[in-house]
């Protein structure tokens, strides 16, 4: 099993303002998941975030909107820049089990973001 | 149609009995397939994993994978108030592609 710690666990920010979430590991792996959860839906994958190269979004998701970085291979952080309320969601950080089945994934508890 | 469909719920169920969850998923090329339960107000925890045709049990719990008719389900035996949560189901919809395409989700209640 995988710890990961998120911070912040929630927040409540400003239209057009931005917001860092940052995730830690207690252990390498090799990729990190960053998942959107919009109140009463299920988890939608952001953006997977691979040590030394660029994430890799899904679609409907550009790097402008929210910029991961990923400095080495515990640690995480991505953006939610030029919020809107719409950007009101749970946002998790997620990783799969060394060598083992990326869908096996351990969650963070998430970050809670209120947009006003 | 969406890629991976369960029915929402809220599905009710005594305590003690066989609470039963159902899952279709569109891409007939999907190799894994998984079950994670989510209580209120907190993150996703993996239960359950099945990667081939058939019956996996663990605990109180069976996985039930059948790839020709696209479909996954979990059966919680003797279901206690503990189990009420919402169970989503989650798949690998295409080989050697690690992203996993979540449900929706359904709503469990145990009725006392």
């Known amino acids: 099993s995988a710890v990961i710690s998120q911070k912040p666990s929630r927040d409540i920010c400003q239209r057009g303002t931005s917001l860092t979430i940052q995730c830690q590991v207690d252990?390498?792996?090799?990729?990190m998941f960053w998942y959107r959860q919009q109140p009463g839906q299920s988890l939608t994958l952001i953006a997977t975030?691979?040590?030394?190269?660029?994430?890799?979004?899904e679609s409907g998701f550009v790097i402008d909107k929210f910029p991961i970085s990923r400095p080495n291979l515990t640690f995480s952080t991505l953006t939610v820049s030029n919020m809107s309320p719409e950007d009101s969601s749970i946002y998790l950080c997620?990783?799969?089990?060394?060598?083992?089945?990326?869908?096996?994934?351990?969650f963070g508890e998430g970050s809670r973001l209120t947009v006003l | 149609q969406k890629e991976v469909e369960q029915n929402s719920g809220p599905l009710s169920v005594p305590e003690g009995a066989i609470a039963s969850l159902n899952c279709t998923y569109s891409?007939?090329?999907?190799?894994?397939f998984f079950w994670y339960r989510q209580y209120s107000g907190k993150s996703p925890e993996l239960i359950m994993s099945?990667?081939?045709?058939g019956d996996k049990e663990d605990g109180r719990f069976t996985a039930q994978l059948n790839k020709a008719s696209q479909y996954v389900s979990l059966l919680i035996r003797d279901s206690q108030p503990s189990d009420s949560a919402t169970y989503l189901c989650?798949?690998?919809?295409?080989?050697?592609?690690?992203?996993?395409?979540f449900g929706t989700g359904t709503r469990l209640t145990i009725i006392p």
């Open positions: 989650a798949v690998n919809l295409n080989f050697g592609n690690e992203k996993l395409t």
């Open positions: 252990s390498q792996v090799t990729m």
């Open positions: 891409d007939r090329v999907s190799q894994s």
């Open positions: 997620s990783v799969g089990p060394s060598g083992g089945n990326t869908g096996e994934l351990f």
């Open positions: 099945i990667y081939s045709n």
């Open positions: 975030a691979n040590q030394g190269s660029e994430a890799t979004y």
